[in-house]
């Protein structure tokens, strides 16, 4: 009787009952291929940190203008600042931080003067004020336009470009108009305005460019300017605040504030503080400069300036306009929020601010191009003040500048100067 014959296959033959070596060699193959990756991460990580080292390197001690004016700028920022130097210090060889803090101490000692001419002394008005002389002869009594208050307007404020003056306003006559922008209006130097404030005697000019925005301020008579000190017992004051505490039309920050701690309080001047006649603190050192006006309301500015003549006054550093001439080089690079005060031959009063480290706003402006734009609209003297987060504008009790703060009202400040009302003003005698 023929048995039945039974075939057992394992695991790893096939159905023709060959063997499938498949298995642990493909186990082997994938355990190569992970020996293979382990041995990679180390060769990778070694590539990667000689990269960033290499960068690093390249950052701090590269002499390509690019990167070397990036990194002065930088410095120039945390050093500028008592709470944040560590971010530069902390990053950079104190020998790279020294060579720009040396170069900054030089250029400021560079800047150092005596004292400021005063602004009428063998000036002229700005070519601005071209722009409102007659042209023609004057019309017949009989054909007369009537009396739209249009020319007292661009008498009143010659940097108007009369061209650009809409048509549909029928009455000039005390005209007080802000954020008009879409308006089209424009100074004789093609820059946009933002306000006209004809019973305060004020314009505000507006800047937007890929490099910077901000905010001019133009106050025809100087008497209205005041410098406004901090009241408030802990902590200083907005520029908001200060505007409104003191009823005044328009404010900008003024002097910087010892901040050793960081907090943020902002109510211990560095410096000369004097408002309205009376002393709130004394000068200091080093190559802070006195700004302030005096009782015949001339903007005087440098280190030897008289204070007891001086009605309001401050101290900051560097003066960015003498004389009717640029005082600062292209060394001041660091582009920052600005505040800026200055004084036209006419006795104007400029007020800049120019806003920063923003995506929006752009990084700010040097002091240098500061100075080009208050040159532009015929400035005699000019000091700047404290920037970065304290760089702040306000207009009619609401902010019009933005601010790089934290606050959104802005910082805590020791001082401002304030625009007031004619009403509230008196002049000098």
């Known amino acids: ?31 190569k291929k992970r020996g293979r990756k382990k041995r990679k991460w180390p060769i990778v990580l070694i590539c990667v940190l000689l990269v960033m080292v290499c960068l690093y390197l390249t950052a701090v001690y590269s002499q390509i203008p690019f990167i070397k004016n990036l990194r002065t700028m930088y410095i120039e920022t945390a050093m500028s600042t008592l ?11 104190s020998s790279v931080v020294d060579k720009v803090v040396a170069d900054m101490e030089q250029r400021a000692k560079d800047n150092m003067v005596d004292e400021s001419k005063l602004p009428t002394d063998g000036t002229t008005p700005p070519p601005s004020s071209a ?21 007292d307007l661009l008498a009143q404020f010659p940097e108007l470009d009369p061209d650009t003056i809409p048509g549909d306003i029928e009455d000039f006559h005390g005209l007080q108009i802000k954020d008009i922008e879409d308006m089209g209006i424009k100074t004789t130097a093609g820059d946009t305005v933002w306000a006209i404030d004809s019973p305060n005697n004020l314009i505000i000019i507006s800047f937007s460019n890929s490099d910077y925005t901000g905010k001019l301020a133009i106050v025809k008579d100087s008497a209205q300017v005041r410098l406004a000190a901090n009241k408030r017992s802990g902590r200083g ?22 901040d050793f701690e960081g907090h943020g309080r902002g109510d211990v001047c560095i410096g000369l503080l004097i408002s309205d006649g009376e002393k ?26 008289k204070t007891s003549e001086l009605r309001d006054g401050m101290q900051f550093q560097p003066i960015i306009v003498l004389n009717g001439e640029k005082h600062v080089d292209g060394g001041y690079m660091s582009k920052q929020p600005r505040t800026c005060i200055g004084q036209t031959s006419d006795k104007s009063v400029l ?37 970065g987060s304290s760089s702040s504008m306000t207009y009619m009790n609401e902010m019009i500048t933005k601010t790089s703060s934290p606050k959104t009202d802005g910082r805590y400040l020791p001082d401002a100067w304030l625009i007031m009302p004619p009403s509230t003003a008196t002049t000098g005698e």
Request: charged content about 15%; glycine content about 12%.
């Open 237 to 258: 004051s907005t520029v908001t605040e200060f505007v409104k505490e003191n009823n005044a039309v328009l404010g900008i920050n003024a002097s910087g504030f010892a």
């Open 280 to 305: 709130y603190s004394s000068t200091t050192g080093g190559t802070y400069q006195i700004c302030g006006f005096d009782y015949d309301n001339n903007l005087r500015m440098g280190y030897k300036v």
């Open 351 to 387: 007020m800049l601010v120019i806003e920063g480290r923003s995506v929006t706003t752009g990084l700010g402006a040097s002091v240098s191009t500061c100075a080009d734009i208050l040159i532009r609209y015929g400035c005699y003297n000019a000091m700047n003040m404290d920037g």
């Open 83 to 93: 709470s944040h130097q560590w971010l530069a210090t902390y990053f950079i060889p």
């Open 1 to 31: 009787m023929e048995k039945n014959s039974t075939t057992y296959y394992s695991a790893n033959t096939s159905s023709s009952g060959s063997k499938i070596f498949g298995g642990s060699s493909g186990a082997h193959t994938a355990n």
């Open 131 to 151: 722009a409102t002389e007659p042209t023609g002869t004057a019309p017949s009594e009989a054909t007369e336009p009537p009396d739209t208050g249009l020319e």
